[in-house]
Structures are given as C-alpha cells and as structure tokens.
C-alpha cells in the first residue's frame, strides 16, 4: 500500500515488513515552486482574510493556517473545532447563498489575481476549509508515480469546486471513477471495482 498524501505530491513506499518505516521516495515544495515572496504574499492575504471573522457568529478554534510543504489548508473555523463546532459551520455556511464558503472562494481567487500570485489553484477541502496549491498539483498529481498502471478513483468532492474534480473528470470517460456521498457508499463501489479487477 503506498501513502500519497496532499494529492500525492508525497510518495511514501510501502516497508517489505512490519518492523519497517514507510519510506519517502519522493516530494515537492510549494514555496520553491511559488517563490518565496509569492508565498508570503498568499500567507499574508489568508492572515487578513482570518481577521475578517472577528464579528462572524461561529466559533473560532485554532489552527486556521495549516503549510503542508506542497499545499496550504485554510480553515476559518480552525482545525480545533469539535464536531459540534463544525457542525454549526457547516449549518452556518449553508445558510448563505451562495455559501459563504463560495463567497470567500471567489474572494480568494480575485485577491490572488490582484496581487499577481499566478499559477495558483484554490478548492473546497472538505465541509470547513479551503485547499490551496500550485496549478497542476490537484489529485491527478498522484499518477506521475504510476505511469504504466490501470487507475481507479472513488471521491466526494466531484463538483465544480471540489478537490477531487480533476480526477474524477480525468477518469470518468474511462468508466473508472465514482462520486460518493458516504463512507457506506464508498465500501460499496470498492466491493465493485475490485470484482471488476478480477474479472479483468
């Protein structure tokens, strides 16, 4: 089993036994491929964006501005929030029309444009938070370390802003890539795409 995490721009090897480490093969920088003054820039742009929420209803937890070498998570509520927290975001964000999370989307894209940080892609990432990351480093990313392989895909963000568009929309015309709305489902259509496997 191989980790590819942040939309496989990590590559861990799987260990040959139990008592060994993953190993890292292989991993990007977004500073190096941004530069370091554009990615100040955008450090700076989500800091001001955060203290825009001082007079917004929700609850504010922590942990809002998470670097993961090749991507940024932002999330305004905080990666501390307890469920109930995250669940009154949730309720929060749908309330509004467009949700406030689109609004602050296209906020986003429009204060990056402004300030010249190009080649720059921003998404939905999950109920809370925003996914931010060089063009080209969506989940599609993770195909590089498989070039000679048949590839599948379960995901349940497929809509326009969600994170796992690119894939999804790379692999459907193939017949191999399937929108989920659960856990439930998900085990369901992995039953089904490993059978497929099989029969193949």
Same mark, same amino acid.
């Given at each position: 089993?191989?980790?590819?995490?942040?939309?496989?721009?990590?590559?861990?090897?799987?260990?040959?036994? $139990?008592?060994?480490?993953?190993?890292?093969?292989?991993?990007?920088?977004?500073?190096?491929? *941004?530069?370091? !003054?554009?990615?100040?820039?955008?450090?700076?742009?989500?800091?001001?964006?955060?203290? $825009?929420?001082?007079?917004?209803? #929700?609850?504010?937890?922590? !942990?809002?501005?998470?670097? %993961?070498?090749?991507?940024? $998570?932002?999330?305004?509520?905080?990666? $501390?929030?307890?469920?109930?927290?995250?669940?009154? #975001?949730?309720?929060?964000?749908?309330?509004?029309?467009?949700?406030?999370?689109?609004?602050? *989307?296209? %906020?986003?894209?429009?204060?990056?444009?402004?300030?010249?940080?190009?080649?720059?892609?921003?998404?939905?990432?999950?109920?809370?938070? #925003?996914?931010?990351?060089?063009?080209?480093?969506?989940?599609?990313?993770?195909?590089?370390?498989?070039?000679?392989?048949?590839?599948?895909?379960?995901?349940?963000?497929?809509?326009?802003?969600?994170?796992?568009?690119?894939?999804?929309?790379?692999?459907?015309?193939?017949?191999?890539? #399937?929108?989920?709305?659960?856990?439930?489902?998900?085990?369901?259509?992995?039953? *089904?795409?490993?059978?497929?496997?099989?029969?193949?």
């Amino acid at each position: 089993l191989h980790l590819l995490p942040c939309n496989g721009t990590k590559h861990y090897y799987p260990p040959s036994n $139990n008592y060994e480490e993953y190993k890292l093969l292989s991993e990007v920088s977004m500073i190096d491929q *941004l530069g370091r !003054h554009k990615f100040q820039q955008l450090m700076l742009l989500l800091i001001q964006q955060q203290s $825009n929420f001082s007079n917004e209803r #929700f609850p504010l937890t922590g !942990h809002f501005i998470d670097y %993961r070498g090749s991507t940024i $998570n932002w999330c305004p509520i905080g990666r $501390n929030a307890q469920p109930e927290d995250r669940q009154f #975001f949730v309720d929060y964000d749908k309330s509004f029309s467009p949700t406030l999370r689109e609004g602050l *989307l296209k %906020r986003l894209r429009h204060y990056a444009s402004l300030q010249r940080i190009d080649n720059l892609t921003i998404k939905l990432g999950g109920d809370t938070s #925003f996914d931010i990351f060089p063009k080209g480093w969506d989940k599609t990313f993770c195909l590089r370390h498989f070039p000679d392989h048949t590839h599948w895909f379960v995901g349940d963000r497929c809509g326009p802003n969600g994170n796992d568009k690119e894939l999804y929309d790379l692999l459907k015309p193939k017949e191999r890539a #399937f929108a989920t709305e659960g856990p439930d489902e998900t085990r369901i259509l992995t039953g *089904l795409i490993l059978n497929a496997i099989k029969e193949i």
